[in-house]
């Protein structure tokens, strides 16, 4: 059930709209069914004598008296308004049960407290079978205004005690950190346009992809100016600098045909000038060159920035987890841009779903995730996609989504423990698709009989509890390829073993061949990338490994520069 409070200051139209066909014609029977005094609420939707504007005309008299009596010097925004809704899929409520719904709503907002005789006028109005909509003018008998301070909040809270007496779905407790949802006429709007989504949602889902490749802040505007959005920058007088912004989709106008705007903080709360400031590095850092670096590189360097952040949720300081939770979701955003296969949509539908657990209550400490940060945004500019290694990426940021979830969950993030769970899938589904031919692929290659008996002895060695389940797991002839190559490249397959089977737990993996052939195939690429670097700068001077971002457009496929993907 969710209710959607805001404020007006024109009575007569929000009756004119509540009694109404609607835009759409979509009220087919609007009629009240509850209100402050039923006997002296008249009812435009159950009286077919009079017409409708005398009717309209007097509720209007009825449930603005209050402001009358203030001598006609009406309050600013004292037209209250809520519509709640109930979920898909929830049963038929009556009109009785919509009534009780109302009246505990505005009880716990404040609005009409139970036994109050001097509380605010009000009445709720259905319109359909799955919502009604809450509307009073907040004003009371003594002249006061209510006290409905985080009303928006009350209820919400009250909405979830409600599911739970009528056996409604159980919808996720906020905490003040998500985004603002479309209206009601951005949703129409999106829909006669034909488009999936609103305005609002792309300009949103276009400003997350574009900071989390980006340096700096100037090449943030540049990018989004490249893929046709409008951006108007705020100025501050006295400084000169930037102190917000807005975007506009395009093609998006009101009926004048001006841009409609929205401001950053209005997209999303990590969208605001001075939150994305948190997050970009400063000119002097990114001007510093750029190391010269097998194309390998960025995706070697994100696994090793993944260990890292997969300790830190395990840790006691929420802060560096914080920042580190939200730096992941720029690596999502970024690897998804990175990745050519069949599975990128699905890269990309678990970088949407992160964007909501990306933050929450807890400020984050940037800083801390600086090496994930950066090495995402080396991902973006990478050149090719290693097939083996994609896939081991992509087996880390899997356990990682799980991981998050799980650290949201144990805070009491309702939303962001959901939103975590559904990149998961998202993820889960990706990797699926993409590993089953890779390691198809390294079975194939798989060593002979007295190679891959010598392994199963190392393996014996040093992860005896975990031997025979190993050993039983199909991917095991995929396993020996990789222990395989990594001797190659000049690793001790037992000491290998023994390091990657002690990072973390092999008890719950249903896969412990597939966990160890990805995390040999990361460890492998990144010793073999390591050797090759140290070959190639010996004699030289060493350069800070900070990548160089360029100042144009953030690469995009041809599909993606359209309003809608």
Known sequence: MVPDVSTGSYTRGLIVYLFGPGRRDEHTDPHIVAAWDMAGAPDPGHDPEATYTQLAKRLDHHVDLRTRELGGKKPPQHVWHCPVRTAPGDRYLTDAEWAEVARRIVHATGIAPEGDEKACRWIAVRHADDHIHIMATTVRADGRRPRTHRDGQRAQAECRKIEAELGLRRLKSGDLTAPRTPTGAERAKAERQGQAVTARQWLREQAYAVAAAVCIEADYFTVLQSLGIKVKTR???????????????????????????????????????????????????????????????????????????????????????????????????????????????????????????????????????????????????????????????????????????????????????????????????????????????????????????????????????????????????????????????????????????????????????????????????????????????????????????????????????????
């Open 235 to 565: 100025i501050g007088p006295e400084t000169g600098e930037v102190i917000g912004y807005s975007l506009a989709a395009p093609g998006d106008t009101n009926a004048a045909g001006e841009p409609v705007w929205y401001g950053g903080s209005k997209l999303a709360p990590d969208l605001s000038i001075n939150r994305l400031r948190e997050r970009l590095a400063t000119q002097d850092v990114a001007d510093r060159p750029e190391h010269v670096a097998d194309p390998n590189t960025p995706w070697w360097r994100v696994e090793s920035a993944l260990n890292t952040a997969s300790t830190t949720l395990s840790s006691d300081d929420d802060a560096t987890a914080q920042g580190h939770l939200d730096a992941f979701g720029d690596a999502l955003h970024n690897m998804a841009r990175a990745t050519s296969g069949p599975h990128r949509h699905e890269l990309v539908a678990a970088a949407r779903a992160f964007n909501r657990a990306r933050r929450s209550t807890i400020r984050s400490d940037h800083q801390a995730a600086a090496a994930l940060r950066q090495a995402a945004k080396e991902l973006a500019y990478a050149s090719s996609e290693p097939g083996v290694l994609a896939v081991a990426l992509l087996f880390a940021v899997l356990h990682l989504a799980r991981a998050a979830a799980k650290w949201h969950e144990q805070r009491g993030h309702e939303q962001q423990a959901a939103a975590a769970e559904e990149a998961f899938r998202h993820l889960q589904a990706g990797y699926q698709h993409a590993a089953k031919p890779v390691l198809a692929g390294l079975a194939r290659r798989a060593p002979r009989a007295a190679t891959a008996k010598r392994f199963e002895q190392d393996l014996r060695a040093v992860l005896p509890d975990h031997a025979d389940r190993v050993l039983a797991d199909p991917a095991w002839a995929a396993l020996t390829t990789a222990l395989a190559r990594a001797e190659t490249a000049g690793h001790n397959p037992r000491h290998l073993l023994a390091k990657v089977g002690a990072r973390r737990e092999l008890d719950s993996a249903e896969r412990p061949a597939e966990v160890l052939t990805w995390r040999i195939t990361a460890q492998s690429s990144r010793r073999a990338q390591a050797a090759r670097r140290r070959s190639r700068v010996r004699g030289t001077s060493s350069v800070p490994a900070v990548p160089q971002c360029p100042a144009t457009s953030v690469p995009m496929r041809p599909e993606e520069r359209g309003r809608h993907r």
